[in-house]
């Protein structure tokens, strides 16, 4: 097979479980006769030779995105998604890969799978996600609840990652299990090979932790036990090596948190070290490898201490006890329980007795479980199990029924005033690469002369022209769906353009894909010419939780059924604006999902006149207050929505705060800040509203938002304020 494994960690320069998995298990495909190649982030001395590439192992450096569009991608986990789907379509024209993995941590494969379900991108190939735990899954081990617009969207990514995935590969049944009903996927364990000498056996009692100081790693649970057998008279030194990590109490150190959980009498017996690459030696030395985690997927350091002959006390929440065979090649207790790990302990280290008996026995588990040959053919299998069942891209839009004269997409475009951006739009519609479709284009009740004017001059077959009172957006669609013949609908406003590509692409996702309530793609912004792109936005589709706090659905420019839509009511014409966000809403509130192509085929037009921009503060909480009532049960878990607005508000609260304080005098600041923070420590239920409602103001673009800000700090408050 032509093999590519992808992943942005590559061992041994970032080290880790994914980056030793990869680099171990690109070894093996190549051993047993593939060609591989590895797809990793760019670092110095990549090509140089910084890294050791194993023999007839291609490593190819992810090339970063480059241009205004680049400014869509400000999640970095993101931006290097998309820069591996855009790299990975070059070496997959050279190369024709049969197979490429992904790991599902900070959604790296996303894109790329996307384009396999929307593009037809990478057809040939099975497209593999191996699981190592999902960033949620690590985020609530470690009680980390902080959740923002862009952690949640990565989140989403992942999960529809491994639901999009041709073939999910899992090193254990555990974490399929821990994923919950629906999950289903291969189990292969990670590969490794015996180190060519076995531990030795240590009179000494010493005790190893390997890995890094994580809340979810367990470590304070050996701490705790271990001072517990101090107390009972057992000597023995504790070695613990591993990175520090902000999973302590209120997202602080967990090295500091771990060192006052320690009595000062023992502290001289616990050792505090960096990671260090060379594991085996540390392994060596020590007499017991305690993995004390609350939940662990198969940490390599484990496997590495079994491959090795230590003896390994293990929690049995995890992958472990796939692999342990109680009391022949390691010791289990129960997670979470200091007193029974307390108990394992002391026999462990009590006598030699236990460690010279698993020895052996642990090798040769590893040997049996982990080789990587038999690693390799249990992928082999699985590839060619998936690979004629594998997703090979939505098919062309079928032609119209014959004798059927209704078109198979009606264009909405509302119309007030836009005389001067018309012309372009309709240029856009008219350049599709499928040509079924009809406009509708509605007046409502345009003011302006030349604009008006326009109108009488539009004359052509595929246009339609509605006019009517002035009555708003949505009362313009609505005007345009009654009349409107497509089975689809495209609204389309008149300042925006699409790609020619757009409708084709959209129509052929639709009739590929059940249950899908809208085709949108990702957003290009520009200001006067497309050609120019200042940014673009990336819609994530139909989370629910994500959809309570802000439209992350689409624009208004998605296809949608328009049996659906009319089922649906239309728009609602209470709203002035937000009205697609409650249009998708109420698609998801009926199960439907979304679907986002990942090319920009919509060009969004910035102006400082629209309507985003314009917008009262007073109407827009109006506006969402009165969304958030009408949707009041679309978020599955509350819980995650209100993070997402907390941590929206904390940090556009702190983006304030660094511009105000870059351009207001020190002395000033401190008393605009004393003042704002004593207003809101009387109206605590308000805090949340205060900072909410500052993210909504609109900045005048042709001045920095610190420079409004300070005018705004530096008037004279009002009398009794």
Not at 351 to 371: G, K, L, N, S, V
Not at 513 to 524: E, F, K
Request: proline share 7%.
């Amino acid at each position: 097979m032509r093999i590519c494994l992808v992943s942005k960690a590559l061992s041994p320069v970032t080290g880790g479980d994914i980056g030793t998995y990869v680099s171990r298990m690109a070894r093996a495909f190549a051993e047993a006769g593939h060609e591989v190649h590895v797809l990793t982030a760019p670092r110095a001395g990549l090509v140089a030779g910084g890294l050791t590439e194993p023999p007839g192992v291609r490593i190819h450096a992810v090339e970063e995105l480059q241009g205004g569009f680049a400014g869509a991608f400000a999640h970095p986990p993101l931006r290097h998604a998309m820069a591996v789907y855009t790299t990975l379509k070059t070496l997959h024209a050279r190369h024709s890969f049969d197979f490429i993995e992904f790991p599902e941590r900070e959604c790296e494969g996303f894109f790329a799978l996307r384009a396999k379900r929307t593009l037809g991108h990478f057809a040939s190939a099975v497209l593999a996600v191996r699981l190592h735990t999902p960033t949620a899954e690590l985020l609530k081990l470690n009680r980390v609840a902080t959740l923002t617009q862009d952690s949640a969207q990565q989140e989403f990514f992942e999960a529809a990652s491994i639901r999009e995935a041709d073939l999910v590969l899992s090193p254990t049944r555990a974490l399929l299990e821990r994923l919950g009903p629906g999950h289903s996927g291969v189990v292969v364990p990670y590969p490794l090979a015996l180190p060519t000498e076995s531990a030795a056996v240590h009179p000494r009692p010493s005790v190893l932790y390997l890995g890094p100081l994580e809340y979810r790693k367990g470590v304070h649970l050996l701490i705790d036990a271990m001072q517990a057998l101090f107390a009972r008279g057992l000597r023995a030194q504790v070695r613990l090596i591993g990175d520090d990590t902000p999973t302590g109490p209120g997202g602080g150190s967990l090295l500091q948190w771990l060192k006052r959980r320690i009595d000062p009498a023992w502290s001289e017996r616990f050792h505090f070290e960096p990671h260090r690459a060379d594991t085996e030696r540390a392994i060596a030395t020590a007499a017991v490898c305690c993995v004390p985690s609350l939940w662990d997927n198969l940490p390599y350091e484990g496997l590495g201490a079994l491959a090795a002959g230590c003896l390994v006390v293990a929690s049995d929440a995890g992958g472990l006890t796939e692999v342990i065979e109680e009391g022949r090649s390691g010791l289990l207790f129960r997670s979470g329980d200091v007193a029974h790990l307390t108990d394992v302990l002391e026999k462990a280290l009590g006598t030699p007795a236990p460690r010279e008996a698993t020895r052996e026995h642990a090798r040769a588990r590893i040997a049996a479980y982990c080789h990587p040959a038999s690693i390799v053919r249990q992928v082999e299998a699985a590839v060619a199990d998936a690979a004629p069942k594998r997703y090979q891209g939505p098919p062309k839009p079928a032609a119209r029924a014959p004798g059927s004269d209704a078109p198979l997409v009606s264009f909405l475009v509302p119309y007030y005033n836009m005389g001067r951006y018309l012309p372009e739009t309709l240029r856009s519609i008219r350049a599709q690469t499928l040509t079924d479709y009809e406009i509708v284009l509605v007046d409502d009740g345009s003011t302006d002369s030349e604009s008006r004017a326009l109108l009488d001059t539009l004359h052509a077959p595929d246009l339609r022209i509605v006019r009517k009172r002035n009555g708003g957006l949505s009362s313009a669609r609505n005007a345009g769906l009654r009349v409107a013949r497509g089975r689809y609908i495209l609204p389309l406003d008149p300042d925006d353009l699409i790609e020619p590509t757009f409708l084709e692409k959209a129509v052929a996702v639709m009739e590929a894909t059940p249950g899908l309530g809208y085709v949108t793609s990702l957003v290009a912004y520009f200001r006067e010419s497309p050609e120019n792109v200042v940014g673009g936005w990336i819609p994530s589709g139909l989370d629910r939780d994500a959809l309570w706090v802000v439209n992350a659905a689409s624009t208004c420019t998605a296809l949608m059924e328009r049996r659906l839509l009319e089922a649906l009511g239309g728009y609602d014409e209470w709203l002035t604006a937000f009205e697609d966000w409650d249009v998708f809403s109420r698609m998801a509130e009926r199960g439907l999902t979304g679907m986002v192509i990942p090319e920009p085929l919509f060009l969004y037009r910035r102006r400082s006149d629209s309507m985003t921009h314009t917008l009262r503060l007073a109407e827009r909480l109006l506006l969402l207050s009165y969304l958030s009532n009408k949707h009041a049960t679309l978020a599955l878990d509350p819980g995650r929505s209100l993070r997402i607005r907390e941590g929206e508000a904390h940090r556009m609260e702190a983006r304030l705060l660094a511009e105000v304080a870059a351009a207001v005098p020190p002395p000033l600041m401190n008393r605009v800040a004393d003042r704002v923070n004593g207003t809101l420590k009387r109206f605590d239920l308000l805090h949340h509203t205060l900072r909410s409602a500052a993210r909504h103001v609109a900045p005048d673009e042709s001045r920095p938002i610190r420079h409004q800000l300070v005018d705004r700090l530096r008037r004279k408050p009002p009398s009794g304020a």
